[in-house]
T-cell receptor
Framework: DGGITQSPKYLFRKEGQNVTLSCEQNLNHDAMYWYRQDPGQGLRLIYYSQIVNDFQKGDIAEGYSVSREKKESFPLTVTSAQKNPTAFYLC?????????????FGNGTRLTVT | GQNIDQPTEMTATEGAIVQINCTYQTSGFNGLFWYQQHAGEAPTFLSYNVLDGLEEKGRFSSFLSRSKGYSYLLLKELQMKDSASYLCAVMDSNYQLIWGAGTKLIIKP
């Protein structure tokens, strides 16, 4: 079965450390996305990528970085510059730009930074 | 600016019907999505409306009025497993999704 895999499910880090969240998809989707979800707020877009080796900043990209070296993979690094990194992070994919097809989501990574 | 409004929380009784409303103001419109999200889990796709009218899928239906910037999700024969958050999202003219904050639906026996 095709899908999106995020790992780990829970992640704990000390303040000042960078941390990388994994996202892999085998749906052959061109587009991939990273969202952050906080209580009482809608999903906020961090970064997205429409094709390999290209990505764009979303609404809240500061303190985050991504790479898209392979179609299947879109890892997110939360850097020490992110002021409030504790959140639920969701990775998603879709067929591609200009296609109003629904997003497929991974199961999320809950990051806690202390 | 772009905005999606939906109620924060709703309560309904098992076996009843509930309607969750969503109003939007966006730069262009390429469709409206409804997702279901159980606590701590990923959102799952429920419905997509791009033309005015009602789309029915089993116990769930979704309605769209583009002229009014309005949609609703109708859940019939409520079951305890329907307790979840329901997210409304609109795709704007750039094919970017604008998300509402979600409606937490509590089902009581």
């Amino acid at each position: 079965d095709g899908g999106i895999t995020q790992s780990p499910k829970y992640l704990f880090r000390k303040e000042g450390q960078n941390v990388t969240l994994s996202c892999e998809q085998n749906l052959n989707h061109d587009a991939m996305y990273w969202y952050r979800q906080d209580p009482g707020q809608g999903l906020r877009l961090i970064y997205y990528s429409q094709i390999v080796n290209d990505f764009q900043k979303g609404d809240i990209a500061e303190g985050y970085s991504v790479s898209r070296e392979k179609k299947e993979s879109f890892p997110l690094t939360v850097t020490s510059a992110q002021k409030n990194p504790t959140a639920f992070y969701l990775c998603a994919s879709s067929k591609g730009e200009g296609d109003p097809s629904p997003l497929h989501f991974g199961n999320g990574t809950r990051l806690t930074v202390t | 600016g772009q905005n999606i409004d939906q109620p924060t929380e709703m309560t309904a009784t098992e076996g009843a019907i509930v309607q969750i409303n969503c109003t939007y103001q966006t730069s262009g419109f390429n469709g409206l999505f409804w997702y279901q999200q159980h606590a701590g889990e990923a959102p799952t796709f429920l419905s997509y409306n791009v033309l005015d009218g009602l789309e029915e899928k089993g116990r769930f239906s979704s309605f769209l009025s583009r002229s009014k910037g309005y949609s609703y999700l109708l859940l019939k024969e409520l079951q305890m497993k329907d307790s979840a958050s329901y997210l409304c999202a609109v795709m704007d003219s750039n094919y970017q999704l604008i998300w509402g904050a979600g409606t937490k639906l509590i089902i009581k026996p």
